[in-house]
């Protein structure tokens, strides 16, 4: 039968609902309808009113990601009104970015562009120490934020779309390494975007990787970078790694 966090549920160690910014709604993951098919859901916290199905229709195969190993792959808007999700929902294991109405009432819109053959949105999760988020929504409900591999497969790069789907998707982060890859980002309260890159994803089970720390400026345009990549070393928290130099493993925290 259906479960809330659906197919592989783990609700204990996984993010599969969300709560609006007013608390008046959560946003879930579940089975509901189809057994093992999980699709995007949302209701009144005090049950007061029906359930809403946001997800559109999937291709056989096809789901709404719960949750990946990078972390949480749905985000809500601040003001509360949209959530931007990741599926399978047009082509099965093809992942790509939607936006729909929390109050449901319209069709989801697909945000992110064409995708090369194997690439994906929420690019490659071997290549991620941290666990933070694979999509996010900037503070003044503008923008959306997300890591693919949209361009060259298994090199995870940093994109940014109008969260109204005014415009096509652009890359925000500076030029990579030939097996360089964006690890993960967090946004700041001002909008700004602070990411980690590596320059060598090569071997996703390597223990460590050097890399360096950068920050997008949406207002400018700009890049600012934290120095030469043999500044930090990211290591991988679940391997306990700490090396030589300052260590950049465990969570991005602004």
């Not at 709604?25 to 946001?54: F, M």
């Not at 601040?78 to 599926?87: E, M, N, R, T």
């Not at 998707?169 to 980002?185: I, M, W």
Request: glycine share 12%; charged share 20%.
């Amino acid at each position: 039968g259906g479960s809330v966090g659906g197919e592989g549920s783990d609700v204990l160690s996984q993010v599969r609902f969300l709560l609006t910014s007013d608390g008046s709604r959560v946003v879930y993951v579940a089975d509901k309808d189809v057994n093992d098919v999980n699709e995007l859901y949302s209701v009144p916290i005090d049950g007061s009113g029906p359930v809403t199905k946001l997800s559109g229709p999937m291709t056989p195969g096809g789901d709404v990601l719960a949750d990946g190993q990078r972390g949480p792959s749905f985000a809500l808007s601040p003001d509360g009104a949209h959530v931007v999700y990741l599926a399978d929902q047009e082509t099965d294991e093809r992942i790509e970015l939607y936006r729909a109405e929390i109050l449901g009432g319209s069709s989801p819109v697909r945000l992110s562009q064409a995708l090369i053959a194997d690439g994906n949105v929420g690019g490659d999760p071997f290549h991620s120490p941290g666990r933070h988020g694979v999509v996010a929504i900037s503070p003044d409900d503008a923008w959306v934020v997300y890591l693919a591999d949209a361009e060259v497969d298994r090199m995870d790069e940093l994109y940014a779309v109008p969260l109204d789907g005014s415009a096509m998707p652009h890359k925000v982060n500076a030029s990579l390494a030939t097996n360089g890859s964006v690890v993960d980002f967090e946004l700041a309260s001002d909008g700004r975007v602070v990411y980690r890159v590596t320059r060598n994803t090569i071997n996703a089970y390597d223990d460590a990787h050097w890399g360096q720390l950068a920050v997008f400026d949406p207002a400018t345009g700009a890049v600012e970078l934290s120095g030469s990549p043999q500044d930090f070393v990211l290591s991988q928290p679940e391997q306990g790694v700490d090396t030589e130099g300052g260590s950049m493993g465990g969570p991005l925290v602004l």
